[in-house]
Structure formats: C-alpha cells, structure tokens
C-alpha cells in the first residue's frame, strides 16, 4: 500500500522558516516525480514545487529563491525547506507521488 505522510508543519512569523518532510512508503521513491502541492482555505490546489527521478527540481516563482525540495531516497523522505515565509505561504501543504497524496501539514505565518 503506498502511503504519504507529511509533517513540519506550525505556526511561524514572516521571515522565519520550516523544513516539511513527507515519510513515504510501498513504493521505490527514487523513481517517482514527486510533488509538493499546497490549498490556502478558500482556494483550489496550487503546485508549488517537484523533483523527477533524476533531481531536477522546479519551482513556483513565488517560491523560488526561497523554498528548497529534496529526497532521501534511502530514507524514502521527500522535503521541503522553507525559509522567508510570508503571510501568503499559509496554507495546507502535502506531497504527492506514485498515484498518491498524504493528508498534509499546515503551515500558518503570521504577519
């Protein structure tokens, strides 16, 4: 069964930061594209970042310069580093992959 379970999320000030891991497993990680995916109250889904199988990684320009995702694959950990939040990051954050989504972390940041 493949499964998704994400964590790090809080309640920080703008400009601080945190780290959102995403614990994965029935699945071999290293092969997966996976994703970062966030859903303010009130709004639709918004991708914020991936990683492929090889590494490459890309970002929502809103982002960008500011969060850093990465994987562990011998850890079968997705992450997502955020620093500089803003007001505007608020939201519920999960991670998706290999046909599955966890049930997410929320971040709150306040102004």
């Known amino acids: 069964e493949v499964q998704l379970v994400e964590s790090g999320g809080g309640l920080v000030q703008a400009g601080g930061s945190l780290t959102l891991s995403c614990v994965t497993s029935g699945f071999t990680l290293s092969v997966y594209t996976m994703t970062w995916v966030r859903q303010a109250v009130r709004k639709g889904p918004e991708w914020v970042s991936d990683i492929n199988e090889y590494g490459d990684t890309r970002y929502k320009d809103s982002v960008k310069g500011r969060f850093t995702i990465s994987r562990d694959n011998d850890k079968n950990t997705l992450y997502l580093q955020m620093n500089n939040l803003k007001p505007e990051d608020t939201a519920l954050y999960y991670c998706?992959?290999?046909?599955?989504r966890g049930q997410g972390t929320r971040v709150t940041v306040s102004s």
């Open positions: 998706t992959g290999a046909g599955a």
